[in-house]
């Protein structure tokens, strides 16, 4: 799963940039078409992309995760604590997922039927966290009406678990040289 063979600063400054140009690109797309307020979409894709990188590079992606999250939500107009608090829930949902995969023998190959089964429950309580994370940032900066709350953590829930679903299969499948 994670690199375990030591790399050059230099290939990893540059998985760090394609992670974190990666997560703003698709993070950008997927807002385009939000699905509640500004801010939730029903795809998210990079989460799934989130979730791959720390499987596939390790840990030591999430600053990149971080910056890509903060500059997204920073793109659409909120404020610099908002869009921190919100990367930051964003950092550490597809972290928790990516430890629940580890902890669980989970095969990035797709070898085994569990494997299927692992990933969609890693997907389903890692995002508890970014969902949980978002929209208690957005009730906090006043930016989601008390009344809303249940509706929008269930759409950002939902957005990420879809988003890791799509893309982290995909990303994890693929076998290019130097990865």
């Not at 997204?72 to 928790?96: E, F, Q, R, Y």
């Not at 997907?123 to 009406?145: D, R, Y």
Request: aromatic letters at 8%; glycine letters at 10%; charged letters at 10%.
């Amino acid at each position: 799963m994670a690199d375990r063979i030591s790399i050059s600063p230099r290939v990893l400054a540059i998985r760090l940039l394609l992670l974190a140009l990666a997560y703003f690109i698709t993070g950008k797309l997927g807002l385009l078409l939000p699905f509640f307020g500004t801010s939730i979409t029903l795809i998210w894709l990079p989460t799934g992309i989130a979730v791959a990188a720390l499987l596939r590079w390790g840990n030591i992606c999430w600053p990149a995760i971080l910056v890509g999250a903060f500059a997204t939500n920073l793109a659409i107009g909120s404020p610099p604590w908002l869009a921190a608090c919100i990367a930051l829930g964003n950092t550490l949902g597809p972290l928790l997922a990516a430890h629940l995969l580890r902890k669980l023998a989970f095969h990035s190959e797709f070898d085994h039927a569990r494997d299927i089964l692992l990933l969609g429950m890693a997907a389903a309580i890692g995002m508890t966290v970014s969902a949980g994370g978002g929209v208690s940032s957005l009730l906090l900066f006043n930016m989601l009406p008390l009344a809303d709350v249940v509706p929008a953590w269930l759409s950002w829930w939902a957005g990420d678990f879809v988003g890791v679903l799509l893309a982290a299969p995909l990303l994890l499948s693929l076998s290019i040289a130097g990865m």
